[in-house]
């Protein structure tokens, strides 16, 4: 188009020529590098954050009320902060585990139940073997006490010393301590029996026996304040020692047949028979039969409460044939646990009365604890430094009683009769262990205080099953004298 008047025609011509890029001021470098001072490097951070109240800092340096007051909120925020995650750091690393508890009433396994004559052998069969104790205990008696327990002490012509050079570590009255030098003094865990005990001034003076070394070189008294206690402790470590020498060649009681201890069994109205029920022998207990343990081809299945649909028996309970001294009570001793663990007759079981009906109500438990760094529990055993010695699942009973156990054997040279032994491993006698005794109680006390270490070796299973019992006895009316009665029965049901 062309141009009007007053128009200028301007003419492109060539651009200006490109030029060096600028080099950074001081002040720039400066920047990039480091800062001359930390007041420089905070005002620097104060106007490039986003923190809140940051800012405020450097907006109100000219105003020191405000500056401090901005300063101390921005540190306390800080603080907080900081604080907040201190706790939360805390908790994740404390590992913690939530509780879920779930209330069911489902079809379950029947637990296995097992129940003991309460007499380990007839008074008749082993009263040879435990005549002399027997004499050397009511002489003892009579001496101590005045306390004649047949008509036939005063009219042994033997003398207390006659008889205490017939056993060993004699019972003994102890008016003193022994001398420092030559024993020390040890005092055992109180017995069960409370009643019935005889007038001891026990301020004055204690009971006990005489335990040494090998070589005679230490010795401590096994003392008690009760009479009663001494004297069935006393006794029974001598049972002990007769019936680690007898336990291979004396029978039991004759109750291995079903009948003649058990009456009636009914499992939900249904009588039971041989297949559902294992027999073995315990040294204290006598003989005790397991009721759907894990050698039953068809366990028991438990789906209604009720006396009705549970386990049924009646015992037939031998009062006038036990050992005297061993023996305080009479009736059953029962146990609930689970049927791949042993019955642990003393840590668990509990005795029925003859003559009375006891119901039992029980309920199952299950727990399962979380290992590795939630809490310090096995699976099944096999990362625990003790021997299983029962044929039967890891439990933290198996594995204590196997503990004391191999620690019996390390340092007494030995096994305890209670316990289960190793093979080529004998029994504890002091015929052929002279100073069983000793180590024995000096390893109690090491046990109970837990230097052996058991309790901290064994550690607890990951998933753990077990039924708490609730025993309610109700007496049943009797016409008949108990005097009269050469037996008494007992009913159990649970």
Same mark, same amino acid.
């Given at each position: 188009?062309?141009?009007?008047?007053?128009?200028?025609?301007?003419?492109?011509?060539?651009?200006?020529?490109?030029?060096?890029?600028?080099?950074?001021?001081?002040?720039?470098?400066?920047?990039?590098?480091?800062?001359?001072?930390?007041?420089?490097?905070?005002?620097?951070?104060?106007?490039?954050?986003?923190?809140?109240?940051?800012?405020?800092?450097?907006?109100?340096?000219?105003?020191?009320?405000?500056?401090?007051?901005?300063?101390?909120?921005?540190?306390?925020?800080?603080?907080?902060?900081?604080?907040?995650?201190?706790?939360?750091?805390?908790?994740?690393?404390?590992?913690?585990?939530?509780?879920?508890?779930?209330?069911?009433?489902?079809?379950?396994?029947?637990?296995?139940?097992?129940?003991?004559?309460?007499?380990?052998?007839?008074?008749?069969?082993?009263?040879?073997?435990?005549?002399?104790?027997?004499?050397?205990?009511?002489?003892?008696?009579?001496?101590?006490?005045?306390?004649?327990?047949?008509?036939?002490?005063?009219?042994?012509?033997?003398?207390?010393?006659?008889?205490?050079?017939?056993?060993?570590?004699?019972?003994?009255?102890? @008016?003193?301590?022994?001398?420092?030098?030559?024993?020390? @003094?040890?005092?055992?865990?109180?017995?069960?029996? @409370?009643?019935?005990?005889?007038?001891?001034?026990?301020?004055?003076?204690?009971?006990?026996?005489?335990?040494?070394?090998?070589?005679?070189?230490?010795?401590?008294?096994?003392?008690?304040?009760?009479?009663?206690d001494a004297v069935r402790e006393w006794y029974r470590f001598h049972y002990i020692n007769i019936l680690s020498r007898l336990s291979d060649t004396l029978p039991p009681l004759e109750e291995d047949l079903l009948g003649n201890f058990i009456f009636a069994c009914r499992f939900n109205q249904v009588s039971c028979n041989q297949a559902n029920y294992s027999h073995f022998h315990h040294p204290v207990y006598g003989n005790c039969y397991t009721f759907n343990d894990k050698n039953n081809s068809n366990l028991w299945m438990s789906s209604m409460p009720g006396i009705n649909n549970g386990l049924s028996l009646m015992l037939r309970t031998e009062q006038n044939d036990f050992i005297p001294l061993l023996s305080t009570v009479t009736g059953a001793r029962v146990m609930v646990h689970g049927q791949d663990e042993p019955a642990f007759m003393d840590d668990g079981g509990f005795n029925v009365r003859p003559g009375v009906e006891t119901s039992i109500s029980m309920r199952k438990e299950a727990l399962d604890r979380l290992g590795g760094n939630y809490g310090d529990c096995t699976k099944n055993g096999s990362d625990v430094p003790v021997k299983n010695l029962y044929r039967s699942k890891y439990t933290q009973q198996v594995c204590i009683h196997s503990c004391f156990q191999e620690s019996m054997i390390e340092q007494c040279g030995c096994a305890y009769i209670f316990y289960p032994r190793p093979r080529d491993v004998e029994y504890c006698d002091y015929r052929k262990h002279s100073s069983w005794g000793y180590c024995y109680y000096k390893l109690q006390v090491d046990f109970s205080s837990d230097r052996l270490g058991c309790f901290t070796k064994c550690r607890k299973p990951c998933r753990n099953g077990s039924s708490r019992c609730y025993p309610d006895r109700t007496i049943t009316p009797s016409t008949t004298k108990e005097t009269e009665l050469p037996n008494s029965t007992s009913s159990s049901r649970s």
């Amino acid at each position: 188009q062309g141009l009007m008047k007053g128009d200028k025609l301007e003419v492109e011509g060539p651009g200006p020529e490109p030029t060096a890029p600028q080099q950074p001021t001081e002040e720039e470098e400066a920047l990039i590098e480091f800062h001359r001072s930390y007041r420089e490097l905070f005002q620097f951070f104060c106007n490039n954050t986003t923190i809140h109240g940051a800012i405020r800092l450097v907006c109100s340096q000219h105003n020191r009320m405000k500056t401090a007051f901005w300063a101390v909120l921005w540190l306390c925020t800080f603080g907080m902060m900081y604080w907040q995650f201190g706790l939360l750091f805390g908790e994740y690393f404390s590992y913690p585990v939530s509780l879920n508890i779930n209330l069911n009433s489902d079809k379950l396994v029947f637990p296995a139940v097992t129940v003991c004559t309460l007499n380990p052998y007839r008074y008749a069969e082993i009263k040879g073997e435990l005549e002399e104790l027997d004499h050397i205990t009511e002489q003892t008696l009579f001496d101590l006490y005045k306390y004649n327990s047949s008509n036939t002490v005063a009219a042994r012509p033997r003398g207390r010393r006659d008889l205490r050079e017939t056993l060993p570590h004699p019972l003994q009255r102890l @008016r003193a301590p022994p001398p420092p030098h030559g024993a020390r @003094r040890a005092r055992s865990a109180a017995s069960g029996v @409370r009643d019935n005990n005889p007038q001891v001034d026990w301020k004055d003076w204690t009971i006990g026996f005489q335990l040494c070394n090998q070589n005679k070189s230490d010795c401590f008294y096994q003392t008690y304040s009760s009479g009663v206690d001494a004297v069935r402790e006393w006794y029974r470590f001598h049972y002990i020692n007769i019936l680690s020498r007898l336990s291979d060649t004396l029978p039991p009681l004759e109750e291995d047949l079903l009948g003649n201890f058990i009456f009636a069994c009914r499992f939900n109205q249904v009588s039971c028979n041989q297949a559902n029920y294992s027999h073995f022998h315990h040294p204290v207990y006598g003989n005790c039969y397991t009721f759907n343990d894990k050698n039953n081809s068809n366990l028991w299945m438990s789906s209604m409460p009720g006396i009705n649909n549970g386990l049924s028996l009646m015992l037939r309970t031998e009062q006038n044939d036990f050992i005297p001294l061993l023996s305080t009570v009479t009736g059953a001793r029962v146990m609930v646990h689970g049927q791949d663990e042993p019955a642990f007759m003393d840590d668990g079981g509990f005795n029925v009365r003859p003559g009375v009906e006891t119901s039992i109500s029980m309920r199952k438990e299950a727990l399962d604890r979380l290992g590795g760094n939630y809490g310090d529990c096995t699976k099944n055993g096999s990362d625990v430094p003790v021997k299983n010695l029962y044929r039967s699942k890891y439990t933290q009973q198996v594995c204590i009683h196997s503990c004391f156990q191999e620690s019996m054997i390390e340092q007494c040279g030995c096994a305890y009769i209670f316990y289960p032994r190793p093979r080529d491993v004998e029994y504890c006698d002091y015929r052929k262990h002279s100073s069983w005794g000793y180590c024995y109680y000096k390893l109690q006390v090491d046990f109970s205080s837990d230097r052996l270490g058991c309790f901290t070796k064994c550690r607890k299973p990951c998933r753990n099953g077990s039924s708490r019992c609730y025993p309610d006895r109700t007496i049943t009316p009797s016409t008949t004298k108990e005097t009269e009665l050469p037996n008494s029965t007992s009913s159990s049901r649970s």
